[in-house]
């Protein structure tokens, strides 16, 4: 099957979107799929040879942060190009309602379109006011995929209609085979995640160390993730901070090899994700999990039964419950076993099936994708008969 | 005088465009509604078709075997206005019979077996997955269709209103080891 995906993410900044096209990718290649991945990368960045770049992304302030995206005439037309060379049988668009490559390929293709949606964000003005152009190019969308029921809800409240829930996937044995290091086991606690971004919760993890520490004296809080590392210990006791070691951006081997090592992995985040794709890879890893009680949480782990869940932004609740697992080396261990048997619907043989499911049944009685002519003068002329061949 | 002419021209031009443009996305539309019909269509057949040859192959007991049979048969049959009803009994059918993994694992045990329990629980994955593209291709014509514009200048034509395909198609649980659907 030829597939084309399109990431509206720039391919040069790391981020979880981008994860799962890679490895997705990755996956549809190794079954023996033709797959092109059409993406924002600088011209100069070194990309896997199926990734064809769509131009530089633009920073924009959007929702609240910088996101760095594609638009305008010169994307347009790359994207244009591209699925008119590409033939795809199916193409596979990624956030296809932010204002980036996402959109503008629903805009540019017609023929079986499927649609990943991963953020579950509130409903924003500009999407209110951007309805009327929005729906049109969404209406092409012959399937929808949301990675969780949460997302899924979002999506039928904002947009109406329906989509089908299939999770991010994890290559869970990679997680699963890691070897654990030393260093970091013995009476550790762990938390991966960007540490100056408040919503992923590591200053309520802060919050709630003293208490771990005044029970635990022996516990290590080990951080891995990008940040001010001084402005994170800051509300900390200064002799409480020796407790805290921080391992700065990980690579995935590292990072597999932390989550194979500690003795709890925390998730404190305070909201804005949709699925939690860490709390999935920490399960694979076999580490018992302590996390916020997020209703995308809630769903990866099962409501409580894959991990322990704890009252969001509740410090004293994380910290009980920390305290609980750290002491209970039984309660751990069955937590390890159901963690491992719950993640494997997440690996990728499974989410991967899946996937390809949508794509059969949308190309069932459909033909391929092609460029869209019809908002072209050229086929305009031909809708009143007056085109030339 | 004749520039209010030009005006009245470039604005009838203007509306025009843009019903034909209404017109090219509803037509769209339709055509996104005749794919997903057929794709759930496939996918409802294969269905019975598996569960047929299921019953008729041995492998289960009599009493299942008639059950799924009368199911399936009458879900291939069924006539355009009770074709929801019958689907539905099937679902209903396939989930009594393979409510155990028991009943999967003897499935799978005999010669040949695999094979056809995985072309099952691909089936009753898929129906669903069909079923809504199929609802939500529905929903986007008739929110469309239910508008001013297309109504006044009967841009839909003689295209039959769309229906939804309303099932029941709860997949059996022993062949539906997956989170949500």
Redesign the interface.
Known sequence: MKIGIVCPYSWDVPGGVQFHIRDLADHLIGLGHDVSVLAPADDDTPLPPYVVSAGRAVPVPYNGSVARLNFGFLSAARVRRWLHDGTFDVIHIHEPASPSLGLLACWAA?G?IVATFHTSNPRSRAMIAAYPILQ?AL??I???IAV??YA?RTLVEHL??????I?NGVDVDFFAKAEPRVEWQGGTVGFIGRIDEPRKGLPVLMKALPQILAERPGTRLLVAGRGDEEEAVETLPEELRSRVEFLGMVSDEDKARLLRSVDLYVAPNTGGESFGIILVEAMSAGAPVLAADLDAFA?VL?QGAAGELFANEDADALAASAVRLLGDAERRAELRVRGSAHVR?FDWS?VGA?IL??Y???T???AAVAADE??EPGG?LA??GLARD | MTSTLIWIVVALVAIG?YL??TA??LD??HS?I???R??LD??LLRRASVAQELATSGVLDPAASIVLYEAAHAARQAEEDNREVAESDLSQALRAVFGEAQQVEAVQAVPGGEAAARELA?AV??V???R??H???V??AR??RRHRKVRWFRLAGHAPFPLAFEMDDEAPVALA?????
């Open positions: 017609q079986p049109p209406e092409k012959s399937a929808r969780s029921e899924r109406g209609g329906d989509a089908v829930v999770p769903q099962d619907r499974t899946d499911s949508v059969e049944t949308v069932d009685g459909a019809s908002d305009l809708r009143f | 465009l034909s443009w090219g996305r769209r539309l996104r005749d794919a997903a057929a794709a496939a996918q691909q994955r898929r669903p997955m069909a809504r593209f609802n939500d291709a929903r986007a929110a469309l080891d997956r989170p949500g659907t």
